[in-house]
């Protein structure tokens, strides 16, 4: 027994009991303070990022509905922000043992431009901020322009080398306007159009949201339709023209007519398919298909026309090009100059030597390369000198108002001559009126595309052309005149 258990000799048996109860008592308190201690410890570890420090998204959702409560009833407008590091901090997180220390300082920046209200998300490079209530967006704007401002700013020596900057995404809401997910969700998509399109801080918006949300459903609805065996797509085909009107090629373009949406035009949805890397299905499919067309035709028709299929830029890049060409082109037993492939000069200039070694490597095969949209990219003409192509699709942009603007006619001429002195083809694309023909037949324009001679048309359509004998009515027309 302790001596703090022996009984004080003048006390009554209750005052005995009392004070042991107090001493327990006091024990016990002393306990649970240590065991609060020891929680609340945990809890901050628990809540905190361990590399910034931060509290976590966990914690942010606490606080995004203390915040709502404290404004509910009021009418100010509430400002929530995804801020994300540019491109320029993964290498330096992929290449230095510091990324780590960087992070950190950032998020010490975010605290000092905005305070306390700084959450990591569940990526490492990624913060949630809390901005409460703003006057209006511009205030809201000014604030995440600091931010980006102060991450941006170069860090102090010894690692002065060092600067990344940031996208910030800004939802603005009043009380009870949305759910805490969908707000968050708008801030997202408001940050996806901040890194798409370099603008550093970009607020929500209700048409962004809506492009956002067509841009999911045909992101969904092509990979169904693939999935479903590609019965929703078709090829169309439009008639390259020579000098003399006859029909010595064609352009395979793609048609998807979508259940629920209709028919929904390439712009639309190549892109979306060349982010997502449904390309890859598409690609093969139509480069298939086409040719399967073209056998057939040839078959049919005796005729030796070509035809031209366009490359996404990651399909040139996908490393099974080559074979998978060259298998379509074995399997159906056609030789490679029934094949051409349009590519953009941007897909070119990305890489000049490596696209030039697959070029040659394609062109290995007999199989002939165009650049499509000639002149509104940025070519080097000192490359172009080198590039293994065949053909300059002259931009439709400089056809279409050649006859107002002489600049463009100036343009084409160069082009065409341009082409001549590589003793290449100069194709324009995109002619819809005689005058236009004109011109460019004058000019010594190899061959044209166009309205003014056929729209891309369904492959039975075509046949009609191939079975008067390769000529469309233009030309009979022209030559009548
Ligand atoms: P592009 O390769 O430059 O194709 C020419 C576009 O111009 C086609 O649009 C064609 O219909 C249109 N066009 C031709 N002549 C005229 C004319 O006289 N007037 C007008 N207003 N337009 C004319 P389309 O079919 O909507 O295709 C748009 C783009 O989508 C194509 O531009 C190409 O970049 C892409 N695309 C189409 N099919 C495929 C495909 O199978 N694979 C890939 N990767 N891209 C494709
Ligand atoms: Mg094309
Ligand atoms: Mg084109």
């Known amino acids: 027994m302790s001596t703090h258990d022996q009984a004080d000799p003048g006390s009554t048996p209750e005052a005995h009991q009392l004070s042991v109860l107090e001493r327990e008592n006091q024990t016990l308190r002393s306990e649970i303070e240590e065991l609060t201690a020891n929680r609340n410890e945990l809890l901050a570890v628990i809540n905190q990022d361990p590399h910034t420090g931060l509290p976590i998204r966990r914690v942010f959702d606490r606080d995004f509905r203390t915040v709502s409560e404290d404004h509910a009833h009021h009418n100010d407008l509430l400002a929530v922000a995804v801020v994300r590091l540019d491109r320029r901090y993964d290498r ?27 959450y990591q998300s569940d990526r490492i490079d990624e913060f949630l901020l809390l901005m409460g209530a703003t006057k209006n967006e511009r205030r809201a704007r000014s604030t995440a322009e600091a931010i980006v401002r102060e991450v941006s700013m170069p860090h102090e020596p010894p690692a002065k080398d060092v600067a990344f900057g940031c996208s910030v995404g800004i939802c603005l809401y009043k009380d009870g306007d949305a759910q805490r997910e969908e707000i968050l969700g708008n801030a997202y998509i408001a940050l996806d159009e901040s890194e798409a399109t370099g603008r550093p801080v970009v607020v929500y918006n209700e048409e962004m949201g809506r492009r956002y949300h067509e841009k999911e459903t045909i992101e969904k609805e092509l990979r169904r339709a693939i999935q479903d065996g590609f019965d929703e797509f078709s090829i169309v085909y439009q008639p390259f023209v020579d000098r003399d009107g006859r029909i010595h090629g064609c352009e395979a373009l793609i048609r998807w007519n979508n259940r629920i949406l209709g028919p929904i035009p390439p712009g639309r949805f190549i892109g979306v398919a060349e982010e997502n890397g449904d390309i890859r299905f598409i690609g093969q499919w139509t480069l298939y298909n086409a040719c399967r067309q073209l056998r057939d035709w040839r078959e049919a028709y005796g005729t030796s026309m070509y035809v031209s299929v366009n490359l996404s830029p990651s399909q040139f890049k996908q490393t099974d090009l080559v074979e998978r060409i060259s298998g379509i082109l074995g399997a159906l037993k056609l030789p490679g100059d029934a094949l051409k492939l349009e590519i953009t000069e941007g897909v070119v200039m990305e890489d000049p030597e490596d696209a030039i070694t697959k070029m040659e490597e394609i062109r290995s095969h007999g199989v002939r390369i165009s650049i499509d949209d000639f002149g509104i990219g940025y070519s080097s003409l000192n490359y172009l000198r080198r590039l ?72 039975d359509e075509f046949s009609a052309f191939l079975k008067a004998g390769g000529v469309v009515a233009c030309c009979r027309d022209m030559s009548a005149s």
């Open 92 to 118: 330096i997180k992929n290449s230095r043992d510091r990324g780590k220390v960087f992070l950190f300082r950032t998020a010490a920046r975010m605290r000092e431009t905005i305070g306390e209200r700084v």
């Open 388 to 459: 293994p192509i065949n053909t300059l699709k002259i931009d439709k942009s400089f056809i279409d108002d050649l006859s107002a603007n002489t600049n463009n006619r100036e343009i084409v001429k160069a082009i065409i001559s341009m082409a001549r002195g590589l003793k290449i083809e100069a194709l324009a694309e995109g002619v819809e009126t005689l005058e236009q023909l004109e011109f460019l037949l004058a000019e010594e324009c190899n061959s044209i595309q166009g309205y003014l001679f056929s729209p891309p048309v369904a492959a």
